[in-house]
Every structure is written in structure tokens, then in C-alpha cells.
């Protein structure tokens, strides 16, 4: 069964901290896996995309790893801002659909 | 470049009624996949649609259907509405399978 596991479930921390979302998924025949940010009752916003062949991918002070042989991927935050509050989302994607964990609730504190 | 629109945003229904979902993609995407988010259960897969065929297709009763038009643009029913359907349904699309996905709003439906 593909599950997807994030850790941990919620974060609360003052701002100018670097921080580590965690995500580990039970299959690893993945395309491609993403990590989204969703803020309360909103859709998800695409923040990184990592290709099954990629080991690594940046995106201002986002930076996203991907171990697939051991099922798992990790998000860097660094000096993390008030604005970064909202629930993170890893989603490998198997054919055809996307499979989502949980989530990690962040909130940055001024 | 527009993102992808979902419409309506909110939905009352009533149990037993039945609900239809619009979702329109990014211009030139041609799949198109939903997902039911509850408290509960989280996200879930609902189906996908490339070239107006569902290729892959979650595990929801048949009361979930869907479908896809000649333009991408996609549609999900949902028949005799339960309580437990009450969700946020997002749509995705994609340029083409397996690719980055794109998200809308979701519509927010409620049953009472």
C-alpha cells in the first residue's frame, strides 16, 4: 500500500530559525514528488518539484532532497519568516495520481 | 497566464441530492485530476482524466464520477450526497501525466 508518513505533525518556532520537514513514503517507484504549502482553507501552492532521478532542488530559501531508494525527502527551510506559517505537504507522485501525507503545521512566531 | 479555476467556490447540498464540480485547467494543460480533503482522511485521490479518458481512478464508491471535455476542461458528479462527502474538492491539472501539478481554489462543499 503507498503511504506517506511527515514528521513531525506540527512546528512552532520564532522567526530566523532553519528548519527540517521530514517525509518518507512506503514506495519508491515515484516519478517525481513535490512538496506544497496550503494555508487555511485555501487550495496548495506547488513549491518544489523533485524529479525521481534528482537528488536535490532549490527555490529561494526552500531546498528539497530526495533519498528514493529509501523512500524518503526532506525539506530545508532556512531563516524562516512569520509568512512561512502554513501546513506543508509532501506528495510523491505514482502514475497518474499524487499520494499526500498529513502534513507538517508550521507557525513562525515574530 | 491564468491558474487553474474551479467553480462554484462554496456549495450547500442537501442529502440525497446530487452535485456537479467544474474544474477549467491551465491553458494547454491536458490532465486533470481531483481530490476529495476532509479532516479526517486528509487528501485523497479521486480520478485523473487525459484526453477526455479516465486513466486511474481512486477508492470512492460509484456515486464519484466524472469526466473530461474535448477543451480539458473537467467535470465531477457526485450523486445521492452523504454528510461524510462534506470536503474540499481540489482539481489539478498538468501538462501532460505525470508532471508538476497545479491546484485551484477547491470547492467547498457542504451537506446538510
Known amino acids: 500500500k503507498q503511504e506517506v508518513t511527515q514528521i513531525p505533525a506540527a512546528l512552532s518556532v520564532p522567526e530566523g530559525e532553519n528548519l527540517v520537514l521530514n517525509c518518507s513514503f512506503t514506495?519508491?517507484?515515484?516519478?517525481?514528488l513535490q512538496w506544497f504549502r496550503q494555508d487555511p482553507g485555501k487550495g496548495l501552492t506547488s513549491l518544489l518539484l523533485?524529479?525521481?532521478?534528482?537528488r536535490e532542488q532549490t527555490s529561494g530559501r526552500l531546498n528539497a532532497s530526495l533519498d528514493k531508494s529509501s523512500g524518503r525527502s526532506t525539506l530545508y527551510i532556512a531563516a524562516s519568516q512569520p509568512g512561512d506559517s502554513a501546513t506543508y505537504l509532501c506528495?510523491?507522485?505514482?502514475?497518474?495520481?499524487?499520494?499526500f501525507g498529513t502534513g507538517t503545521r508550521l507557525q513562525v512566531f515574530p | 497566464k491564468a491558474g487553474v479555476t474551479q467553480t462554484p467556490r462554496y456549495l450547500i447540498k442537501t442529502r440525497g441530492q446530487q452535485v456537479t464540480l467544474s474544474c477549467s485547467p491551465i491553458?494547454?494543460?491536458?490532465?486533470v485530476s481531483w481530490y476529495q480533503q476532509t479532516p479526517g482522511q486528509g487528501l485523497q485521490f479521486l480520478f485523473e482524466?487525459?484526453?477526455?479518458?479516465?486513466?486511474n481512478k481512486g477508492n470512492f464508491p460509484g456515486r464519484f464520477s466524472g469526466r473530461q471535455f474535448s477543451n480539458s476542461r473537467s467535470e465531477m458528479n457526485v450523486s445521492t450526497l452523504e454528510l461524510g462527502d462534506s470536503a474540499l474538492y481540489l482539481c489539478?491539472?498538468?501538462?501532460?501525466?505525470?508532471?508538476?501539478?497545479?491546484f485551484g481554489q477547491g470547492t467547498r462543499l457542504t451537506v446538510v
Open positions: 523533485i524529479q525521481s532521478s534528482q
Open positions: 506528495a510523491p507522485m505514482y502514475t497518474d495520481k499524487l499520494i
Open positions: 491553458s494547454g494543460h491536458r490532465s
Open positions: 482524466y487525459f484526453s477526455e479518458t479516465q486513466r
Open positions: 489539478a491539472s498538468s501538462l501532460i501525466e505525470n508532471t508538476e501539478a497545479f
Open positions: 514506495d519508491s517507484a515515484i516519478y517525481n
